[in-house]
């Protein structure tokens, strides 16, 4: 991915007020609750999505 890398820039980070964090997945269900706060994280990045998808679609593939 560095090889052969978008031109990335700062994304201004979300505020993640009320989201799930790592504390509240620890003490349980661990894959039920960590997909859950993936969702939460990746729905924060919401107004950054298509910068993402379009650095994710300018980098080819790792072929190591």
Do not use: S, Y
């Not at 560095?2 to 349980?28: I, K, N, Q, S």
């Not at 990045?45 to 993402?52: A, E």
């Amino acid at each position: 991915m560095v090889t052969h890398r978008p031109d990335f820039h700062w994304l201004e980070p979300p505020r993640f007020d009320g989201l799930m964090t790592v504390a509240d997945v620890l003490p349980a269900d661990h894959t039920k609750l960590a997909w859950a706060w993936a969702a939460d994280v990746w729905q924060a990045w919401c107004p950054h999505h298509p910068t993402i998808r379009t650095w994710n679609a300018q980098t080819p593939p790792d072929r190591t």
